[in-house]
T-cell receptor, first 112, second 112 residues
């Protein structure tokens, strides 16, 4: 079972920031928070990951609370192409003994 | 760099037939994973290769599924004999050095 909970859906206006929440209250000390998204009929796409510090890359920012029990993915300027299902996943550092456990994710709809 | 390639992209077979799915990971990626989504359900892990060795095959549903990765390069997933409940989208992913997984576009399998 997934160790994360996410709202089923949200929407935002094009050009505005999209803030996607995720709860992971049972996260272990060695587990990272990963975000992936799946745009219709494509394979999941890696977005970002973090352990305890906030992270930023060209796609998004990840804000992790100090107690690590929740996080927020921020798409700073959402576009219509960002409409997708976003998955928040906790997992050990990828490698010999890791796998991704997908939940239902959150469906983000970006409206014009 | 070339991404993860899967083929065929679609396959329609009759119940009882055999189907082989192929995945070409990103060159140099030691880790290769198979996942699948059956209709209405979440994406589920099937198995994980490290080079040519099966690291974790705990997600394989039954012995009708056989995965191989000869020489540690491409991988095949054979379903024999196929059943109706095997219909779904099969994703392959690869990773190296613990960074985000790169998924292929998937193979949509329909068993009729």
């Amino acid at each position: 079972d997934a160790k994360t909970t996410q709202p089923p859906s949200m929407d935002c206006a094009e050009g505005r920031a999209a803030n996607l929440p995720c709860n992971h209250s049972t996260i272990s000390g060695n587990e990272y928070v990963y975000w992936y998204r799946q745009i219709h009929s494509q394979g999941p796409q890696y977005i970002i990951h973090g352990l305890k510090n906030n992270e930023t890359n060209e796609m998004a920012s990840l804000i992790i609370t100090e107690d690590r029990k929740s996080s927020t993915l921020i798409l700073p300027h959402a576009t219509l192409r960002d409409t997708a299902v976003y998955y928040c996943i906790v997992s050990a550092w990828p490698g010999a003994n890791s796998k991704l456990t997908f939940g239902k994710g959150i469906t983000l709809s970006v409206r014009p | 760099e070339a991404g993860v390639t899967q083929f065929p992209s679609h396959s329609v077979i009759e119940k009882g037939q055999t189907v082989t799915l192929r995945c070409d990971p990103i060159s140099g990626h030691d880790n290769l994973y198979w996942y699948r989504r059956v209709m209405g359900k979440e994406i589920k892990f099937l198995l994980h290769f490290v080079k040519e060795s099966k690291q974790d095959e705990s997600g394989m549903p039954n012995n009708r599924f056989l995965a191989e990765r000869t020489g540690g390069t491409y991988s095949t997933l054979k379903v024999q004999p196929a059943e109706l409940e095997d219909s779904g989208v099969y994703f392959c992913a690869s990773s190296q050095d613990g960074y985000g997984y790169t998924f292929g576009s998937g193979t949509r399998l329909t068993v009729v």
